[in-house]
């Protein structure tokens, strides 16, 4: 356990001994979910194996209450452990490709037979306003935890939350180590075209600040800011409006990110040192400063379980949307976050539909469906003939009741496809189940 959650814990011990606990008990709960994963991905026009691992995830997870008096103390403790039943990783012989797998992290060149990632979150409590000092999943938008895989990716810093003022939402926080997805280990954290594993830049400063602001229960607006030492700093601006048709409803959900450089990537000598952003800067330059806008608006109707939905996404400016990125993959609050490409890359427009149903409707409580296709196009080049494309389908369904109450299934499969990228077909299955122990 690194040192942040070594003084979570502590601290948090050190202050319940001097409170009382009834209520840090009382209102205790834990769970161990499990979570079984296959994932196959299969390159289509290069000579590639094919990524094919299968793994079990336990997931640990305790969440105290408060201590009772003026300030109430908590802590949350958190233990993930993957344990592989196959993959394809594995040390490549002369003139082979030796691929890194995507769920489990390499041990001397093979797919480590397991992982473990522990956690620690002291929390803090005054009115309405919390404190957690520790293990962290953001989901705002400057910052978002992904969850794709076996186990997911977990931050360490602390996060303040205020909800003092009706209708508003108060947040800001400071992250200093990122754990990947496939790793045990805290890092500093990168942007694409620097976060190459050996020769790239890091930074352990990500500051993030924000409001979420409902002056009804049908709209909400949002502001946040994100700020990666010497990378980056980002504003975003964003609405969500739900109408209520005469027959059914209509949601607006628009966004919009306006990103600069920060320290080192502002400076010539910073980026020949290697603080770059992934873009196109003319001439065939593809790293630089960080220079990004993107827009997007999103509208999805609703009707007695269908939604369909329809977006169109702009980026401008010479670099790619920057965002905290190590190469083992990421979620970005877009939507165009789809299953494996990102459409992010400097001048590309995207158009998103998607077709959703909930069977619910019909009398099949649980299950759920959905299709999503996602076209980008005019990505800066020495050409502007660059373009991608990517098609999702998903298939989900929980047990509402009896026996196996909770169980969940899902079945995930991507296509996708680009004249400057390997085209790949994608499965993931996996069968979760979550047994509460208090």
Not at 39 to 57: H, L, V, Y
Not at 354 to 376: H, N, P, Q, R, W
Not at 409 to 437: C, H, Q
Request: aromatic fraction near 12%.
């Amino acid at each position: 356990m690194k040192n942040s959650s070594r003084v979570a814990l502590v601290v948090t011990l050190g202050c319940i001994q001097h409170s009382y606990a009834s209520g840090f008990i009382e209102d205790s709960k834990a769970s161990l979910d499990l979570r079984n994963f296959y994932f196959n991905q299969d390159t289509r026009n290069q000579k590639a194996p094919t990524d094919q691992e299968w793994g079990q995830a336990f997931m640990l997870n305790y969440q105290s209450g408060f201590t009772e008096g003026l300030v109430g103390v908590g802590l949350d403790l958190q233990m993930l452990y993957g344990v592989r039943l196959d993959a394809s990783g594995r040390a490549g012989k002369a003139g082979e490709s030796n691929t890194p797998g995507s769920v489990f992290p390499l041990d001397d060149g093979k797919a480590a037979n397991d992982f473990s990632k522990p956690g620690a979150t002291a929390k803090f409590r005054i009115s309405q306003t919390q404190l957690k000092v520790g293990t962290l999943t953001p989901k705002i938008p400057v910052l978002v935890y992904e969850d794709g895989r076996l186990l997911p990716e977990t931050f360490r810093g602390w996060q303040v939350d205020s909800k003092e003022l009706d209708k508003f939402n108060f947040m800001a926080g400071r992250i200093e180590q990122v754990l990947d997805r496939n790793s045990t280990n805290g890092q500093g954290m990168s942007i694409a075209g620097a976060n190459d594993p050996v020769k790239g830049k890091f930074s352990n400063q990500f500051y993030y600040t924000g409001v979420d602001y409902n002056p009804t229960k049908n709209l909400q607006l949002q502001y946040y800011y994100g700020s990666l030492e010497d990378f980056y700093q980002q504003h975003f601006l964003g609405l969500i409006h739900n109408w209520q048709l005469p027959v059914g409803t209509l949601k607006t959900d628009l966004r919009y990110f306006y990103s600069t450089s920060d320290g080192k990537n502002g400076s010539q000598s910073g980026r020949n040192e290697g603080y770059v952003s992934a873009g196109y800067y003319g001439n065939g330059v593809n790293v630089g400063k960080v220079d990004n806008k993107l827009w997007s608006g999103l509208f999805t109707y609703s009707l007695q379980g269908h939604s369909l939905s329809l977006g169109y996404q702009k980026t401008t400016g010479e670099s790619d949307f920057p965002h905290i990125n190590q190469g083992q993959g990421r979620s970005v609050y877009l939507i165009t976050n789809s299953q494996s490409l990102k459409f992010v890359n400097a001048g590309e427009e995207a158009t998103v539909g998607t077709y959703a149903y909930d069977f619910s409707t019909i009398g099949l409580t649980g299950l759920k469906s959905s299709v999503t296709y996602i076209s980008g196009r005019h990505i800066d080049t020495p050409t502007q003939s660059n373009k991608e494309w990517e098609r999702d389908m998903r298939i989900d369904y929980v047990v509402p009741s009896g026996t196996f109450k909770g169980l969940g299934l899902m079945w995930r499969g991507a296509v996708f496809r680009g004249n400057d990228s390997a085209d790949k077909d994608e499965t993931r299955l996996m069968v979760s189940y979550s047994i509460p122990l208090m």
